[in-house]
T-cell receptor, first 110, second 114 residues
Framework: AQSVTQPDIHITVSEGASLELRCNYS??????LFWYVQSPGQGLQLLLK??????LVQGIKGFEAEFKRSQSSFNLRKPSVHWSDAAEYFC????????FGAGTTVTVRA | SQTIHQWPATLVQPVGSPLSLECTVE??????LYWYRQAAGRGLQLLFY??????ISSEVPQNLSASRPQDRQFILSSKKLLLSDSGFYLC?????????????FGPGTRLTVL
């Protein structure tokens, strides 16, 4: 079955440190892949997306993600985390609908 | 530019009462519309989606229903709420005009059923 998996439920990172959130997908063809961020009590905001072409995708807020077909992964990274990055992050792929991973909650400590 | 609205923002309802949540989209035509529920500590669950007026697809059996009376209006309803209906409800739209087909989300409605 087509799906996305986010192996990490919760990650704690120090402010200024780097962040990497994992996402693995299971899909027959090259999927359309997305990362969304959700601040507490808010809707979801699109960070970045991948369809084809360059496998390193730049997004908003200093985030980037790399598509690796050989590993079926689309990991999200940020070189230096800010306290405002504390949120829940969802990986998703697009079929006729968006299928979301379970989400990774990021806590940023001072 | 396109915007999506949801109301109310928060709602507290007793068990057994009816429900009506509304979602409207501006600045686009013929969008695909979606209702998601996010229960506490859980991911996003797609409840309904609609590709046009009067066309509703249900993803999971449940106590809720959806309707699309106008092109840019999507309504989530229940005749009798259950405790398990509590959660954060998100409406989203998607345009088929672009190849990326990402969804854009509304601000959400926090529903508490007591």
């Amino acid at each position: 079955a087509q799906s996305v998996t986010q192996p990490d439920i919760h990650i704690t990172v120090s402010e200024g440190a780097s962040l990497e959130l994992r996402c693995n997908y299971s899909y027959g063809a090259t999927p359309y892949l997305f990362w969304y961020v959700q601040s507490p009590g808010q809707g979801l905001q699109l960070l970045l997306k991948y369809f084809s072409g360059d496998t390193l995708v730049q997004g908003i807020k200093g985030f980037e993600a790399e598509f690796k077909r050989s590993q079926s992964s689309f990991n999200l990274r940020k070189p230096s985390v800010h306290w405002s990055d504390a949120a829940e992050y969802f990986c998703a792929f697009n079929d006729y609908k968006l299928s979301f991973g379970a989400g990774t909650t990021v806590t940023v400590r001072a | 530019s396109q915007t999506i609205h949801q109301w109310p923002a928060t709602l507290v309802q007793p068990v057994g009462s009816p429900l009506s949540l509304e979602c409207t989209v501006e600045g686009t035509s013929n969008p695909n519309l979606y209702w998601y529920r996010q229960a506490a500590g859980r991911g996003l669950q797609l409840l309904f989606y609609s590709v046009g007026i009067g066309q509703i697809s249900s993803e999971v059996p449940q106590n809720l229903s959806a309707s699309r009376p106008q092109d840019r209006q999507f309504i989530l309803s229940s005749k009798k709420l259950l405790l398990s209906d509590s959660g954060f409800y998100l409406c989203a739209w998607r345009s088929l005009a672009g190849i990326y087909n990402e969804q854009f989300f509304g601000p959400g409605t926090r529903l508490t059923v007591l």
